[in-house]
């Protein structure tokens, strides 16, 4: 583990010190003190520094504040095809990426819920703006994932990872949570990334498929009833249309974090498919790189795309954008009532010069619509019928 010290969580050894590092450091403790009230900062300092552990942070730190949150935030949480996972085998899951920091934080509130061991979670080196971010996410069991590199070391730095969650699933038998593209899909059109495959097979890049069967991929579907970022991203969409330079501050990264894990999700579920390994035991040994990487991208997007869970806007949104009346059954005039007024409101959240109503609902419709979009190609492509 010594090669992985720049990208690894911390050992236990090392919690102590950095807890009395977090403790002592002032951003941290201005970031900290809103979320934690009515408990006061002695008492959570206290709380703190009494962990030996990353588990003991993890069961009396974040599992208390996560358990808070859930209950100001959502109406549920609902994890749906965790069973096998109490073996004790491990996997690399794979998922839609809608929240930058809660859809890993949820996932390992389920597992712990039942009896789980939780999931070591990929992190894009981007979000850790300053060095008590990440002091916390690494006490938390995330691992780096370095995308302010050159060109020239990119390929290094991709080997490096692969070889990491290698080691991390196959000798430590530890799982592990990686998002199926860097970055949120704003509009909810969720695809895996090639390169992320081609990434993970780097540690034995001459038999991708055998990479990837070693590493027991998991697509995992996750759901969000209501999306606080969402008049967020439709904001971003038209001041990028409008300035094709734009790009979003650290002040807006950490107004994105915020927002998302303050604001009102409704219900969540998270569920998983069918584990990609079948579909690899079918490739031909012969198969190219490329063709491995695209089999594989398409089974995971499928599982993704079969697994969500669906309430009466996302049927509404898909009926808009394409101007069908496919799910009319599926919705009442009270929820399309409802759902106007939805969005009638998120776009009046958003304060920009020139704002286009027309553009940001078109927008806003469609990051509620895509997922029964996937979820209807998904079903022509396997032929099996909209259920």
């Given at each position: 583990?010594?090669?992985?010290?720049?990208?690894?969580?911390?050992?236990?050894?090392?919690?102590?010190?950095?807890?009395?590092?977090?403790?002592?450091?002032?951003?941290?403790?201005?970031?900290?003190?809103?979320?934690?009230?009515?408990?006061?900062?002695?008492?959570?300092?206290?709380?703190?520094?009494?962990?030996?552990s990353?588990?003991?942070?993890?069961?009396t730190?974040?599992?208390?504040?996560?358990?808070?949150?859930?209950?100001?935030?959502?109406?549920?949480?609902?994890?749906?095809?965790?069973?096998?996972?109490?073996?004790?085998?491990?996997?690399?899951?794979?998922?839609?990426?809608?929240?930058?920091?809660?859809?890993?934080?949820?996932?390992?509130?389920?597992?712990f819920?039942?009896?789980?061991?939780?999931?070591?979670?990929?992190?894009?080196?981007?979000?850790?703006?300053?060095?008590?971010?990440?002091?916390?996410?690494?006490?938390?069991?995330?691992?780096?994932?370095?995308?302010?590199?050159?060109?020239?070391?990119?390929?290094d730095?991709?080997?490096?990872?692969?070889?990491?969650?290698?080691?991390?699933?196959?000798?430590?038998?530890?799982?592990?949570?990686?998002?199926?593209?860097?970055?949120?899909?704003?509009?909810?059109?969720?695809?895996?990334?090639?390169?992320?495959?081609?990434?993970?097979?780097?540690?034995?890049?001459?038999?991708?498929?055998?990479?990837?069967?070693?590493?027991?991929?998991?697509?995992?579907?996750?759901?969000?009833?209501?999306?606080?970022?969402?008049?967020?991203?439709?904001?971003?969409?038209?001041?990028?249309?409008?300035?094709?330079?734009?790009k979003?501050?650290?002040?807006?990264?950490?107004?994105?974090?915020?927002?998302?894990?303050?604001?009102?999700?409704?219900?969540?579920?998270?569920?998983?498919?069918?584990?990609?390994?079948?579909?690899?035991?079918r490739?031909?040994?012969?198969?190219?790189?490329?063709?491995?990487?695209?089999?594989?991208?398409?089974?995971?997007?499928?599982?993704?795309?079969?697994?969500?869970?669906?309430?009466?806007?996302?049927?509404?949104?898909?009926d808009?954008?394409?101007?069908?009346?496919?799910?009319?059954?599926r919705?009442?005039?009270?929820?399309?009532?409802?759902?106007?007024?939805?969005?009638?409101?998120?776009?009046?959240?958003?304060?920009?010069?020139?704002?286009?109503?027309?553009?940001?609902?078109?927008?806003?419709?469609?990051?509620?619509?895509?997922?029964?979009?996937?979820?209807?190609?998904?079903?022509?492509?396997?032929?099996?019928?909209?259920?």
């Amino acid at each position: 583990m010594q090669n992985f010290d720049d990208i690894r969580p911390l050992y236990d050894g090392e919690v102590p010190s950095v807890i009395r590092s977090l403790i002592n450091d002032p951003y941290f403790r201005r970031a900290a003190e809103p979320l934690i009230k009515p408990i006061t900062w002695e008492i959570f300092s206290g709380a703190m520094l009494a962990c030996k552990s990353i588990n003991d942070f993890q069961r009396t730190i974040i599992y208390p504040f996560m358990k808070q949150l859930i209950a100001k935030t959502t109406s549920e949480l609902t994890g749906i095809g965790f069973e096998e996972f109490k073996d004790g085998s491990s996997h690399i899951y794979i998922s839609n990426h809608r929240d930058i920091v809660l859809d890993a934080a949820f996932l390992n509130i389920l597992f712990f819920d039942k009896g789980i061991d939780t999931s070591e979670i990929a992190i894009g080196d981007n979000l850790l703006i300053y060095n008590w971010i990440t002091d916390l996410v690494r006490l938390n069991k995330s691992f780096i994932v370095k995308r302010r590199v050159s060109v020239r070391e990119m390929l290094d730095t991709s080997r490096h990872l692969s070889e990491y969650i290698f080691d991390t699933i196959t000798r430590r038998r530890q799982s592990a949570w990686i998002a199926q593209r860097e970055g949120r899909a704003k509009d909810s059109d969720d695809k895996t990334q090639a390169s992320l495959l081609k990434m993970l097979t780097l540690y034995n890049s001459s038999k991708p498929a055998e990479a990837l069967r070693s590493l027991d991929i998991i697509p995992l579907s996750i759901t969000y009833e209501f999306d606080p970022c969402d008049y967020l991203k439709a904001k971003e969409y038209q001041l990028k249309r409008d300035n094709p330079g734009y790009k979003k501050s650290q002040a807006d990264d950490i107004e994105n974090m915020r927002t998302g894990i303050l604001g009102y999700k409704g219900k969540v579920f998270f569920k998983f498919g069918n584990r990609i390994n079948d579909t690899l035991s079918r490739i031909d040994e012969k198969t190219s790189r490329a063709q491995v990487l695209e089999t594989v991208t398409q089974a995971i997007d499928r599982e993704i795309y079969k697994n969500y869970v669906f309430f009466p806007m996302n049927y509404i949104a898909y009926d808009l954008m394409e101007n069908s009346n496919l799910f009319a059954a599926r919705y009442t005039d009270e929820d399309k009532a409802a759902f106007d007024n939805y969005i009638d409101g998120q776009i009046a959240k958003i304060d920009i010069p020139g704002k286009d109503y027309g553009f940001l609902r078109e927008r806003l419709i469609g990051m509620y619509g895509n997922t029964v979009k996937n979820y209807v190609s998904a079903e022509k492509a396997e032929g099996t019928g909209i259920k």
